[in-house]
C-alpha cells in the first residue's frame, strides 16, 4: 500500500473546496433550482420567474423583484462563507431566512456558468457578473430592480456527477413538484415556471388579505380539484405554536407519498417525526396501504427548531418534538372526526 507521508497534508485550494461542498448542496437541477428560490424569497420577492431548458442541465434561470444586490454584493454573492443572512451564533439560532450559510452560490458557480445580474432600487442601472469572464469585476448592465440567476451547463466540470443525471424528464418533474411546493408553502408569492419555452404555470401573487377567497384556487390548480372538494381546513394555533392548511378526506388518500406537503415556517421540510405523527392521526380512517394527502403550514418561534442540521435544511430538530407531535396529532385528527358521522358537522367546515 501506497504510504502517503506525513507531511502531506495540505489547504485545499478554494475552487475544490467549493466543488466538495457543491457535491453536498447540488444532486441534481431540482438542488439548483431550490437553493435560487430560496434566495428570490429572501430578497423579498414578490414575483419569481422560472426558466429551464432540457431539465435543468442545460439552462436554469431564476428571476425575482427583490431587493436586488450593488456592485460590492455582487461579487460576493459569488464568495463561499459570505452572507448577508447572519453575523453571529445567536442570529443563527433565530434564523428566519431561508439560507444563511453563504455556500449555494460558491458552489453551484464552482461547478457551472453562472451569470448574476442585479439592480437595486432607485438604482441608476444594475450590474452584472459571470463566472465566465472575471468573478471579481463587474459590468454595468439593464436590469429592472431585483435580480436574475443564469446556471448555464451544470456539471460541465464534473462529469461523474453529469452521469448520475436521469432523463430530461425525470429531472424536470423534480422541478415542476418542488415549484408547486413553493407555490404552496409561499402564497403571497407568484411564481411563474417555463420548461423549454412551454409555460407550465403562472401564478400572481396573492395578497395577504385575499388568502381566504385566493388561495383555493392555487391549490386547485397545483393538487388538482379534486383534493380541494375533498380536503378540510385546519387552522388553529396553541402554546406557540400554530397549524393553517388542509388535510385530505381518507377516501381521497392515494398510493404515493406525493401529495404529503409540509412546512415548517415556509421551508419545504421532510420529517420522519411529522409523516409518524399526522399518520398516527389517519390511523383509525385510513387502510394501512393507503397514504395520506396534506398541505400544511406549522409556525413556530424560530428559536424553538433547528434548522441547521443538514446542508439542504431539507431535515429540521425541535427543541420539544413531542410537543409538536402530540400537536399536530390531535389538530388532524380533531379536523378527520369533524364530518365523519354524517350528525356531526359538514365536512366543508
Ligand atoms: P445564503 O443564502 O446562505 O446567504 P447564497 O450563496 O445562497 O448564501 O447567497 C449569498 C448571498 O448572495 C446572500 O446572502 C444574498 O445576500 C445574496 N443573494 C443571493 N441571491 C440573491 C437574490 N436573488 N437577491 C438578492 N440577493 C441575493
Ligand atoms: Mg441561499
Known amino acids: 500500500p ?3 507521508p506525513m507531511s502531506s497534508i495540505a489547504v485545499l485550494p478554494p475552487t475544490l473546496v467549493n466543488q466538495i461542498a457543491a457535491g453536498e448542496v447540488v444532486e441534481r437541477p431540482a438542488s439548483v433550482v431550490k437553493e435560487l428560490v430560496e434566495n428570490a424569497l429572501d430578497a423579498g420577492g414578490r414575483r419569481i420567474v422560472v426558466q429551464i431548458e432540457e431539465g435543468g442541465s442545460r439552462l436554469i434561470s431564476v428571476r425575482d423583484d427583490g431587493r436586488g444586490m450593488d456592485d460590492t454584493d455582487l461579487p460576493l454573492a459569488l464568495t463561499a462563507h459570505a452572507t448577508s443572512k447572519i453575523r453571529s451564533l445567536d442570529d443563527l439560532e433565530a434564523v428566519q431566512s431561508m439560507g444563511f450559510r453563504g455556500e449555494a452560490l460558491a458552489s453551484i458557480a464552482s461547478i457551472a456558468r453562472v451569470t ?13 457578473l459571470s463566472n465566465e469572464v472575471d468573478v471579481t469585476a463587474c459590468k454595468p448592465a439593464a436590469h429592472p430592480q431585483g435580480t436574475t440567476v443564469l446556471v448555464r451547463d451544470l456539471f460541465y466540470q464534473t462529469p461523474a456527477r453529469r452521469k448520475f443525471l436521469r432523463t430530461e424528464r425525470t429531472e424536470f418533474g423534480q422541478i415542476d413538484q418542488l415549484m408547486r411546493r413553493f407555490a404552496l408553502a409561499h402564497p403571497t408569492v407568484g411564481f411563474t415556471l417555463e420548461h423549454n419555452g412551454r409555460r407550465l404555470f403562472d401564478l400572481p401573487p396573492i395578497g395577504p388579505d385575499q388568502l381566504s377567497e385566493q388561495f383555493p ?45 409540509f412546512f415548517v415556517n415556509g421551508r419545504i421540510v421532510r420529517d420522519r417525526l411529522i409523516g409518524f405523527a399526522i399518520r398516527r392521526a389517519y390511523a383509525d380512517v385510513l387502510h394501512h396501504a393507503r397514504q395520506p394527502a396534506y398541505v400544511l403550514s406549522l409556525n413556530l418561534d424560530p428559536r424553538h427548531v433547528d434548522v ?21 396529532f390531535r389538530e388532524i385528527h380533531r379536523a378527520l372526526a369533524v364530518g365523519a358521522d354524517p350528525g356531526v358537522g359538514d365536512a366543508a367546515a
Open 2 to 4: 501506497r504510504e502517503i
Open 217 to 261: 384556487a392555487r391549490i386547485a390548480q397545483m393538487l388538482g380539484e379534486d383534493f380541494l372538494t375533498r380536503a378540510r381546513f385546519i387552522d388553529s394555533t396553541a402554546s406557540g405554536l400554530g397549524l393553517t392548511g388542509w388535510v385530505a378526506d381518507p377516501s381521497y388518500a392515494r398510493s404515493s407519498t406525493d401529495q404529503q406537503l
Open 116 to 128: 448574476l445580474t442585479s439592480c437595486t432600487a432607485n438604482a441608476p442601472h444594475g450590474w452584472t
Open 308 to 328: 441547521n442540521v443538514h446542508p439542504t435544511k431539507a431535515e429540521v430538530r425541535f427543541r420539544d418534538g413531542r410537543a409538536v407531535q402530540d400537536f399536530l
